[in-house]
């Protein structure tokens, strides 16, 4: 007879696990079942499925899997600026960043205001590129960034992702350093070390924050290993060990200049001049830590690149009292007293004043602006002499160029006032310039391929280059002018050809 000697163990086992359970010992998980039979246990109600009201098949939406959704970056809705979401997506992302990098210096304000809309327009990128490496997004951000347009650059670039990789990060955290408002870059930086530019930043961003101790021991480290250039490596011993060089020498101005010098210049001390650096460095000199005359230098230099709001300009000029003479400050004193005569309604004092300040508004190359801001003040005054000429040029100038010609209020061109109602027949022109603006609303003087270029989906390129073709025109180029101004016609811009070239007759913009 065969005794069974697994099930043998079995029975004691059993018996042995009674034994434990009257002595306290662990329970098994049958004992603790029946142990704990009595007790509650909450019930969980289980919703029920849902139930369709129909018997009929569902539409069901498929998206292939590979399919990412489309993003669109830009602050102003298409609705509004009249652009198509999608005017880049047909085009090539290289075609279309060097494009922009060629349209980076633009002079004549009608067409930094349409470079402006077309940058900060939402919109798709070219296809594909925002899952590659999102370059023309970057390009984007930069040519706002040459523009010294730094706010606009700031929120463009979180849309487009500041933690994207170390090519996005490196981009905000310049424009954060430039601005002033580095803190939340840094908490960035000190969260994800590996988009660090470079080894100086993040000791930067340790003291910055406050902790002064890992920076002071990053900065030995890097000294040591050579990971932080000799002229930064200055420059950061002076920022984190202040009390070791009260008495000595002023450093040299740097040979090249980043956000980051830029910055650490400013924060021990010796903030470097703006007026050498690219535009960008000037937004810094907005604020109340530069003198007056700093910031009126910058006020000027931005306002000509569009980039400063014409109400914005005004504050800076009427801020206070000049306290000199010569230069800006001489503008500054023309302005507050043609402001001022304006105010009083005397027309003598505006006749008096007014060819002053228009001088230094050309010396600046401010005069759309000021055009802007005091035409339609000017246009029911009936001034007269060189004052009433002024104020016709002052007036076509302006958003509302179009009352101007229907009701000059000084002599003027016939030409020119023709351009502004856009209507140039049996005008006799009195230059070879006023011939070809009268061309261009006589014929069809645009460039065909340019616009099936835009009829074909590439709307943005063809714009890019059309304003390539009207700075040419505006630099004295009379066969770019006429092309591109009957091309931007062509593409629905009527407007903006018009307030371009009466820019061009009327603004000194040759290079």
Known sequence: MQINVWGYAGLVVMAMGGTALAQGQPLSVIDWLDQNATQS??????????????????????????????????????????????????????????????????????????????????????????QRDDTFALTRVATLVAYGALDPAMALIEQAGTDKDAAHFATYMDIALLTGDEDAACDMLLARPHLSPSYGHHVFCSARLGDWDTASLLWDAGLALQLIRRSQADLLDRFLHPDFFEDADTLQPPSQVTPLVFRLHETIGEPLPTARLPRAYAAADLRDLAGWKAQLEAAERLTRSGALPDNKLLGIYTDRLPAASGGVWDRVSALQRFETALGTGSVAAVEKTLPVVWAGMQQAEIEVSFAALFADALAPLGLSGSAATIAQQVRLLSPNAAAAARQPSGPGSVILNGVALGSVDGLKPRSPLEAALQSVWASDTSRHDIVQMSRSGRQGEALLRTLRLLEDGANGDLNALTTALGTLRALGFEDIARHAALQVALLDRER
């Open 41 to 130: 246990t909450p019930v969980v109600a289980v919703p029920e499925p849902p139930v369709v009201p129909t018997a009929q098949m569902p539409v069901i939406q498929t998206t292939p899997l590979d399919q990412r959704a489309i993003r669109q970056i830009g602050l102003v809705p298409a609705a509004v600026t009249g652009l198509p979401a999608e005017m880049w997506r047909r085009s090539d992302v290289t075609e279309l960043s060097r494009l922009l990098m060629a349209v980076q210096d633009l002079r004549l304000p009608a067409a930094q205001a349409l470079l402006y809309k077309l940058l900060l327009t939402e919109a798709e990128g070219p296809e594909g590129d925002a």
